[in-house]
């Protein structure tokens, strides 16, 4: 009896692993220096294919030192994306630099009730700014906007967006960062999470339909009776 199951359990186990293969994520970094090209950052622990991400350091040719660049991919709905960063800018002219962690390999697709939550913990904004923002897609092409903030200190904003993606999908958090102040820390966190959107046919029109089918099937079954 038990060497008649074994086929069954290898086949449930190789399907398993199929399907954690299928919704495995990763995520990377970049970064974009006054309009400048888009640079990808280096994973701390050298793997730029698994769901974690970590950088800290100086970046070269720019005047901001990254205390922090990391993120997480979830992988599939409900929790998706956590992204943050803290830097500090050194000189007195304006600078922008803008930071990108992107999470691919997303699923379900669908419709999806994306919602990003922003937050900003910078404590002297006078002279710098801090954007948030989210995109279904990459930074490359950035698709669809979920979410748009420019957040004081110590901010908290949430924003919900429907949306559609494809299987396998891309999100990305981005940090836009301003500062003309010399020492001037700044930082954030994005979590984009997403739920199952309203299924098409859902609704009035969808139980009229549903009722009519069962009062047809009724009488069909009457008509078998007679």
Excluded: W
Excluded at 3 to 16: E, H, N, Q, W
């Amino acid at each position: 009896m038990f060497k008649k199951f074994l086929p069954l359990a290898a086949a449930a186990s190789i399907a398993i692993l199929a399907s954690t293969a299928a919704n495995a994520s990763s995520i990377q970094a970049y970064y974009s220096f006054n309009g400048g090209a888009i640079t990808a950052l280096t994973d701390a622990d050298g793997n730029a294919a698994d769901q974690s991400f970590s950088f800290f350091g100086a970046i070269a040719g720019t005047t901001f030192n990254f205390n922090l660049v990391s993120g997480f991919s979830q992988g599939a709905t409900p929790d998706l994306l956590f992204a943050q960063t803290s830097n500090t800018h050194t000189g007195t002219l304006a600078d922008t630099i803008k930071i990108y962690l992107v999470a691919t390999g997303l699923t379900p697709g669908g419709s999806q009730t994306f919602t990003s939550q922003l937050s900003s913990n910078f404590f002297n904004p006078v002279g710098q700014s801090l954007t948030e923002r989210t995109y279904l897609g990459s930074p490359f092409a950035p698709g669809t906007l979920l979410a748009s903030e420019t957040l004081g200190s110590l901010a908290v904003v949430s924003e919900t967006q429907n949306a559609s993606p494809g299987d396998l999908y891309s999100l990305t958090a981005e940090f836009e960062i301003t500062s003309s102040v010399n020492g001037g820390n700044s930082g954030g966190q994005i979590n984009v999470s997403a739920v199952p959107g309203p299924i098409v046919g859902a609704g009035l029109p969808g139980l009229i339909a549903a009722c009519g089918g069962l009062l047809a099937l009724a009488r069909r079954r009457r008509k078998q009776a007679i």
